[in-house]
């Protein structure tokens, strides 16, 4: 396999990406002779970007380019934030930050070991020097309150281009992904479904407007899950879990055990995560809670004996 098709092929989406930006546009057989590919393979490239976007996953996170009438020449229609500062969260930090420490002792030239110790020396600069207690993040909490009570919400918003908007929405439901909270709702100003990244949320109020979520626009989300509020009793251990899931009435006990309530917005999700710590659970309430948990652990033990 052709290395502009394998290890190759990253970098040179993101270098398209630059230097569309730094130039303002340029012919596909500039693109191609700068970058050594055929025009061909830079018009794929392009599609990709197209197809794949920016982080978000919605149409507003579409990279959209400009051709000219002959397909010949190609500009960003948007900026993409290329020209302003990166800005990671303290959490987007520590990750880059294990990852070239993980690398550090593989790297052997003088000069990119130096380039590297200098990098983790800002990175490790930039984190605060005590880890503060965790608290419940505030957009996370009101947003939640929201969708329970059907309630239409105003928010700015900070996009992944760094283009900062005021937001009337009706909230449906509030998931976790791997990259973080997310909140999908229908958005006033846009006319349809949306999805926003909890931590770009700030100044969440409620708002006068009415719920106007056409059912059209509902389609695919009918199936919104029912809050579901479980009470659990575990080793202290899953103090951890407390925290990821902003636990409310939080004790203690005289054994060390920890008591605390957490709410999961989808049945699915809160069986998955339970299971997966279920040798530090002492007790799960209510017990419907507990017949999901211990009937799908029944299930999986009844295939592995199959």
Not at 202 to 218: G, R, T
Not at 282 to 287: D, R, T
Request: aromatic letters at 6%.
């Amino acid at each position: 396999m052709r290395a502009e098709y394998t290890r190759d092929h990253f970098p040179r989406l993101l270098g398209l990406l630059t230097y569309l930006a730094e130039t303002g546009g340029a012919h596909i057989d500039e693109l191609a002779f700068h970058f050594g590919v055929s025009p061909d393979r830079i018009r794929e490239d392009l599609n990709t970007l197209w197809v794949a976007g920016l982080p978000g996953e919605s149409p507003e996170d579409l990279i959209d380019f400009a051709f000219d009438d002959e397909d010949t020449y190609v500009a960003l229609r948007e900026g993409l934030g290329l020209d302003r500062p990166l800005r990671l969260t303290p959490r987007e930090s520590i990750s880059v930050l294990l990852a070239l420490r993980a690398i550090e002792g593989e790297v052997t030239g003088p000069l990119l070991r130096e380039e590297l110790t200098s990098l983790i020396a800002s990175l490790e600069a930039q984190l605060p020097a005590t880890t503060p207690s965790r608290q419940p993040d505030p957009s996370l909490e009101a947003l939640r309150a929201a969708a329970r009570g059907r309630e239409v919400v105003t928010f700015t918003y900070v996009s992944a281009t760094d283009e900062t908007s005021q937001r009337t929405i009706d909230p449906l439901r509030i998931e976790e992904r791997s990259a973080g909270w997310f909140l999908i709702g229908y958005c006033h100003d846009s006319g349809g479904i949306r999805t926003f990244r909890i931590d770009r949320i700030s100044n969440v109020q409620l708002s006068d407007a009415s719920w106007c979520a056409p059912q059209d626009a509902l389609a695919g989300h009918a199936d919104i899950p029912e809050m579901t509020s479980v009470q659990l009793v575990t080793e202290p251990a899953l103090n951890w879990l407390a925290e990821k899931f902003s636990a409310r009435d939080m004790t203690r006990r005289s054994d060390g055990r920890i008591e605390f309530t957490i709410e999961f917005y989808s049945k699915e999700r809160m069986v998955r995560t339970l299971l997966s710590v279920a040798d530090r659970i002492e007790s799960i309430s209510p017990p419907e809670a507990a017949a999901l948990v211990a009937d799908r652990a029944q299930q999986a033990l009844s295939r592995l004996e199959a």
